[in-house]
């Protein structure tokens, strides 16, 4: 099984809201990720997860907020979005190192 | 530096035609090369990987590529397009630490 699940799959929030994007794995991955992808655009790394360990955060604003409760779960808390953060957000996860990310749906985000 | 270029950002075959999706890479380490195909609203869904072992990769939906060294490539091919390939294709390189650098994408168009 190399499924990686998200919730939600859409979301709309206004700009003084608070939302959380969740992510799980059961493939024993010691390794998660987020991006964020723009339209006909490449996913643009934000995070990196290394044994629930934050390992990479690619000078993302401090609006949003990663958190990895234990090895299977990933959160992306959200406050105060701008409407240029629409987007979709991908999870990964992946074995670490150089090996193979398997990702997720996305979130389709929509900042009002 | 580590980088990937993806010739063609729209590429339009008839069914039945060869596909051909070229992927340039530099690394500075042996390369670990991935093929990944998206299709609309969707996640990112693994095509195939070449980590230093057979030069020609086979993949899911009848796609394969081949990693030649002497011209830094790893170009996707499908001898036969369906309707069902018209989706968004992106070339990346692993670089350790996490880290997938993406081309930008090439998005393939298939015509009955």
């Known amino acids: 099984d190399t499924e990686v699940t998200q919730t939600p799959k859409h979301l709309v929030m206004g700009m003084t809201n608070k939302k959380s994007l969740k992510c799980e794995q059961h493939m024993g991955h010691r390794a998660m990720y987020w991006y964020k992808q723009k339209a006909k655009k490449p996913p643009e790394l934000m995070f990196v997860y290394s044994y629930e360990k934050l390992s990479i955060n690619e000078s993302v604003p401090s609006r949003f907020s990663p958190e990895c409760p234990n090895s299977s779960l990933l959160n992306l808390h959200l406050h105060a979005l701008q409407p240029e953060d629409s987007a979709l957000y991908l999870c990964?996860?992946?074995?670490?190192?150089?090996?193979?990310?398997?990702f997720g749906p996305g979130t389709r985000l929509l900042v009002l | 530096a580590q980088s990937v270029t993806q010739l063609g950002s729209h590429v339009s075959v008839s069914e039945g035609a060869l596909v051909l999706l070229r992927c340039n890479y530099s690394?500075?380490?042996?390369?670990?090369l991935f093929w990944y195909v998206q299709y609309p609203n969707q996640g990112l869904q693994l095509l195939l990987k070449?980590?230093?072992?057979?030069?020609l990769v086979k993949g899911i939906n009848g796609f394969e590529a081949e990693f030649k060294k002497s011209e830094t490539s790893f170009h996707l091919t499908k001898p036969s397009a369906h309707m069902s390939d018209a989706a968004e294709y992106f070339c990346a390189v692993s670089v350790g630490g996490g880290k997938l650098i993406f081309g930008q994408g090439t998005e393939l168009s298939v015509k009955p």
């Open positions: 690394s500075s380490v042996p390369p670990y």
């Open positions: 990964a996860s992946s074995p670490g190192g150089r090996e193979t990310q398997y």
């Open positions: 070449y980590t230093s072992a057979a030069t």
